[in-house]
């Protein structure tokens, strides 16, 4: 999955490496999910890099996922090979509550104030 630039410095400079180490080291080239996924596949993930997914058709990238979702935490533990499918299931309600939280925050920014703080002070008699 691409790195938001926002969370780019979160990444250690090594990322690039320990990735490459996860996906094609440990996993040898395979998706790691087991169903942590939720999006129905039996055991481990068949789909493999390079070729056509098993149930989209489409080309396979393998990915490398946090399952805390803690960019900083690299740990073996942490990490697993997955494919696009499978990664974005295994964030899907991460995602959801990072986009509520970012309409939230752009929300808040766009809207103008009912009141200016010298409006609300006169109107108390202050």
Same mark, same amino acid.
């Given at each position: 999955m691409p790195i938001?630039?926002?969370n780019a410095a979160r990444y250690p400079a090594d990322?690039?490496?320990v990735s490459a180490r996860i996906r094609f080291g440990r996993a040898a080239g395979r998706c790691e999910c087991t169903g942590e996924c939720r999006t129905g596949h039996g055991g481990r993930?068949? #789909?493999v890099h390079g070729m056509p997914h098993p149930?989209?058709?489409s080309d396979v990238v393998l990915t490398t996922a946090h399952r805390n979702h803690q960019p900083e935490d690299c740990s073996d533990g942490n990490l697993f090979a997955a494919c696009q499918r499978c990664h974005l299931g295994y964030d899907r309600?991460?995602?959801?509550?990072?986009?509520a939280l970012r309409r939230a925050a752009g929300l #808040?920014?766009?809207?103008?104030?009912?009141?200016t703080v010298?409006?609300?002070?006169?109107?108390a008699g202050g």
């Open positions: 938001r630039p926002e990322w690039p490496a993930c068949a #789909a149930d989209t058709g309600d991460h995602h959801a509550e990072t986009a #808040a920014q766009a809207m103008d104030p009912l009141f010298e409006e609300v002070s006169r109107a």
